[in-house]
């Protein structure tokens, strides 16, 4: 099971980390991703890190958002620096099993999802 935290309200140029928890099974083994979603949207892929530790991000995200594996607490963190209005979504963290990313992701490549958070970022 995986479990995403941390999202709530936050003004445009601020910070917020979510947090993606997993159970039954050791996060350092498999792929995290994360994905977000906005009303009347496709879910978006949005990064990747494989457990190789090596990260691949979205043209959008890309030097703004940062991910990191907190081994002793079995979960994958997801930094967001510099948020714009258009960063608001319900964000959803989801496992590969295989292990790697691919440079740009799809939910096809994640076997588990974890329940979504949502980001507002608003003024």
């Known amino acids: 099971q995986l479990q995403a935290s941390g999202g709530g309200l936050v003004q445009p140029g601020n910070s917020v980390r979510l947090s993606c928890t997993a159970s039954?099974?050791?996060?350092?083994?498999?792929?995290i991703g994360w994905f977000r979603q906005s009303p009347g949207k496709e879910r978006e892929w949005v990064l990747c890190i494989g457990n190789s530790g090596r990260a691949f991000y979205s043209d959008s995200v890309r030097g703004r958002f940062s991910v990191s594996r907190d081994r002793a607490k079995n979960t994958v963190n997801l930094q967001m620096n510099n948020l714009e209005p258009e960063d608001t979504a319900v964000y959803y963290c989801?496992?590969?099993?295989?292990?790697?990313?691919?440079?740009?992701?799809?939910?096809?490549?994640?076997?588990?999802w974890g329940q979504g958070t949502q980001v507002t970022v608003s003024s």
């Open positions: 039954g099974f050791t996060a350092d083994y498999y792929a």
């Open positions: 989801a496992a590969n099993r295989l292990g790697f990313c691919r440079p740009t992701g799809t939910t096809a490549d994640f076997d588990s």
